[in-house]
């Protein structure tokens, strides 16, 4: 099912208030909905799922109206962040749960819904575990069985708040490619909510930003990250340092000295450049590069990074730099830039 | 570790089991042993009599009326309370807490005041042929009075504890709001619920200040079982008093067990009782 979010506000008065998002799901889609905290993302998804009423705004399902809709009768998928797994219930009667509250005459016959509770048993890997109650299933059990109660209604669309947020990560690892199998298999629009930038990117079809209330960028994920629409996408998504900068209309300067790359559009005057360490050399300083000196070199998990403060020191920047190389702190080096992105200050 | 000597915490050991002797001990042995002073027969024949046998009906017959009451009151307010944000909600809570901190005897003269035949609805009640104080109606509003905050006071920490996930679960997989409550919400309460039941009808079943203000003390017609237990007590019927207070402190012994149980299986799902 395809869901179109148009100027979706919602005020709490707390966090997590939504400042007229937008954003086209299409049918079928893994999308991810990633923000920091506060940025209104679990907001939205509520609102997706009926548990929220906006105060402005609409949502469509495919191209229905459906923001009056109640939740009860939206045929929505709803995986809670601690999996709201009713505690008084076996799994399989959680499971079960969803058809045992059809009105009558949609309800099917319980054999049928042992049959179909049995089947998503075996579809989310828990075929053996039907009778444990929740207090006997670890943390990727009960997410498992939370999902298999979700689709045992046949949902149009599956929402899911921080699905792996309280798993290890070794758990979330394999739930993640586990999940992104079964959404390959069953392919129902799927919408999950994280803060957790790898999992988005690994996992999404598309990723949609949420900062402040409002949809900054949505896109596939090397979208987001080879070309983030403004500086909040850029410094969120990925690793990144910036200098301020002004642009002459010619080049662009930082402190007297000459910056030059690949940074795309540019502004005029005072703005503020944004690269990835990964895109910065640091090597013997000439002419045409930035001067800076070493302020600490410390190991990351794949290499080394440098703080390097440049121009009259006022401003710090982060550079990769090799694991061979000999830096030590207070050295003079030299920066050139590769790939970089301006934004206005 | 603690740092008392020996003999300090033997004395302060001692002193806490003498405490709770006399003040808690010897007072249900002495009201078994004055009941039981001239034999079983006598002390039941104090049962055979109408008028404690009303005073049990109408006690039981109170009760019967002012749990429930409290009990769906407690629950509608405990769910609005933990599961919703609105304006006056401390108010709220501070009114539920209101009969804890008011005298019982207030709470009486307050009926009293309203419907008695000087009271402002007094006229009007008698105009109509519809009598409350020193009647049922009077005996009962003054209990549900009394009693108004124990399931509420149970529920309240409980159910903000739980938070509306599981509800809104329900919700998500098409269940009716009602549905919803009595599938999950109600069986997440159902200890604390029951505790704060037993609770509320212990003290029900024993209220005094509030209900001898609205009673009207008619022995076989008006009288619950803490006021016969006075009246059989002023007249110099020490047996019999006793025997009836014997009832009373029976149903406390069970409620403490049954409470002491509740905590020992389903301690986790309690919440810790909070009592003005």
Redesign the interface.
Known sequence: MRIRLTDIAKDFGRTGALRGATLDIADGELMALLGPSGSGKTTLLRVI???EIPKTGSVLFDDCEATAIP????R???V???Y?????MSAADNIA??LK??PRAERPSSALIRRRVQELLELVQLSDLGKRYPRQLSGGQQQRVALA??L??KPRVLLLDEPFGALDAKVRKDLRRWLRELHNRIGRTTVFVTHDQEEALELADRVAILNQGKVEQVGKPDEIYDNPATAFVMSFVGDTTSIPVEFDGIRFWHDGHPVDGTFGAAHDGRCRLYVRPRDIAVGTLTKDKLPGTIINVHRTAAGRRAAIAVGNAKDLIEAEIDITASLTVGAQVGLSFGKGKVFAE | MTTETAPVRLLLIALAVLFLAVFLILPVVVVFSEALRKGLSIYLATFADPDAQAAIRLTLLVAAIAVPLNTVFGIAASWAIAKFEFAGKSLLITLIDLPFSISPVISGLIYVLLFGAQGYFGPWLTAHGIQIIFALPGIVLATVFVTFPFVARQLIPLMQEQGSADEEAALTLGASGIRAFLTTTLPNISWGLLYGVLLCNARAMGEFGAVSVVSGHISGLTNTIPLEVELLYNGYDFVAAFAVASLLTLLALVTLAAKTLLEMRYGDSLATPTRA
Not at chain 1, 84 to 88: E, R
């Open positions: 799922a009926g548990l939740v009860q009768r939206r929505i998928g709803f809670f962040q601690n709201a797994l009713f505690k008084h749960y969803g509250v059809l109660r979700a045992a209604v």
